[in-house]
């Protein structure tokens, strides 16, 4: 078995195999959908989410680029509340707007989203997620599954987290878990330092699917790298990367055909890259920037010669006034053609 960092892989655990699941996590102010259309360029199957969004803002059109193209389907919408009522009124947002999932957010540990009650804080609250979880479920077809911690400050036992899986599954009829398996502490530490500071546990939630066996859940959290995925996947149903692929958007390009068994080619680097441009050039058309596009991009040549000034060249220069492919065109010419890439 592939050595996994940070990990405790309870002895008794038989690995099994079940339908592959892969995602991308959903990231606040990185997964938006020019993100997502650079992803999809890499792998067809892998799941893409978007970036968190709150009721209110969804529900008062100030995430008004929310939308979801043709072209980058599956993707899941993540949505911040604990309202049932607004709850349903953005799930159905949600299916007008093209989405193929809908994923509630009770993982975030932040103090703004403590404020508005939801987040990792609704761990606390199982019956109100059986609530917001139904509310939703009642007017969409689409599924909707939930993202959460293994556990919230003291609350850290392994019987907390299967009784909150438990009581929001029977009453809301929930089936799809994804488990951050680290627990959140709500205060002290900053959104950062919980996603470093408390430990891994992914015996903890190995443990949940064998109790639960009859439940989809996935795991998140500390994973890098396709190897370490392959891995997880001998004992759960799924698995979500969330930074290493954002820094690493490459990573993504063996998703298909080391997870799903494609015989589809693997996209070079400079042909995902040069796949983009079609894609800016509609989008500057409608008003948007070249650097809001271009930064999703910046990792695609990592620890390739050359990757530092390609960096660089986009990050001096795509934010200027009428910046346009060209940009991009420059900056492939700091990767040395020889390389094929």
Sequence with gaps: MTQLSNTQVTPDLEPFFTTTHFSVAPMLNWTDHHCQHFHRLFSKNTLLYSEMVTTGAMIHGKKNLLRCNDEDHPVALQLGGSNPIDLAMCAKLAVERGYDEINLNVGCPSDR??????????????????????AMKEVVDIPVTVKTRIGIDDQNSYEFLINFVRIVHERSGCSNFTIHARIAWLSGLSPKENREIP???????????????????????????????????????????????????????????????????IIKRSDA?????????????????????????????????????????????????????????????????????
Excluded at 223 to 249: C, W
Excluded at 253 to 261: I, K, S, T
Excluded at 282 to 296: E, K, M, T, W
């Design 273 to 341: 890259v040069k796949a983009m441009f079609p894609y800016i050039e509609v989008q500057l058309s409608n008003g948007s920037y070249l650097n809001h596009i271009s930064r999703h991009m910046l990792g695609v040549f990592q620890n390739i010669p050359g990757a530092r000034q390609w960096r660089r060249y986009i990050s001096e220069n795509a934010h200027k006034p009428g910046s346009g492919i060209e940009v991009l065109e420059t900056a492939l010419t700091k990767i040395s053609s020889e390389l094929n890439i």
């Design 199 to 265: 430990p891994l546990n992914y015996s903890r939630v190995y443990q949940l699917k064998k109790d639960c066996s009859h439940l989809t859940i996935g795991i998140n959290g500390g994973i890098k790298s396709l190897e370490e995925a392959k891995t997880h996947l001998m004992f759960m149903d799924g698995v979500m990367i969330g930074r290493a692929a954002y820094q690493n958007p490459y990573m993504l390009a063996e998703v298909d055909q080391r997870l799903f068994g494609s015989n589809a080619p």
């Design 113 to 134: 989203v403590q404020n508005g009650r939801f987040g990792a804080c609704l761990m606390g609250e199982a019956n109100l997620v059986a609530q917001c979880i139904s």
